[in-house]
């Protein structure tokens, strides 16, 4: 598939990016093949292929989220700037 000057400019200006003419030819050559290339991935066929997250194998190691108390409130209220009983107080931002 081939990428016109036309179309690296208009991605460029979507990008807010300002590129010279040498550069428009680099980027052309680039994306097409890029282009390219995913076109002959997508004649692979993948209909028996499961979805895959990693090839490593790894599983999720994070604990479960299980609610619990937590003793350090009011170290943490001292910290506050302003403070309402056991809550922060801020500034209202909403009218």
Same mark, same amino acid.
């Given at each position: 598939?081939?990428?016109?000057?036309?179309?690296?400019?208009?991605?460029?200006?979507?990008?807010?990016?300002? @590129?010279?003419?040498? =550069?428009?030819? @680099?980027?052309?050559?680039?994306?097409?093949?890029? @282009?390219?290339?995913?076109?002959?991935?997508?004649?692979?066929?993948?209909?028996?292929?499961?979805?895959?997250?990693?090839?490593?194998?790894?599983?999720?190691?994070?604990?479960?989220? =299980?609610?619990?108390?937590? =003793?350090?409130?009011?170290?943490?209220?001292?910290?506050?700037?302003?403070?309402?009983?056991?809550?922060?107080?801020?500034?209202?931002?909403? =009218?």
């Amino acid at each position: 598939m081939s990428v016109s000057d036309a179309e690296v400019r208009k991605i460029a200006k979507l990008a807010r990016l300002r @590129l010279s003419d040498d =550069e428009v030819v @680099l980027y052309r050559g680039q994306m097409t093949k890029i @282009l390219d290339a995913m076109s002959e991935l997508a004649k692979a066929d993948t209909k028996n292929v499961s979805p895959t997250i990693s090839v490593l194998g790894e599983v999720n190691v994070m604990r479960d989220d =299980e609610p619990r108390v937590f =003793e350090g409130r009011e170290a943490l209220l001292d910290n506050a700037p302003h403070r309402d009983g056991p809550y922060f107080k801020v500034k209202k931002v909403l =009218e």
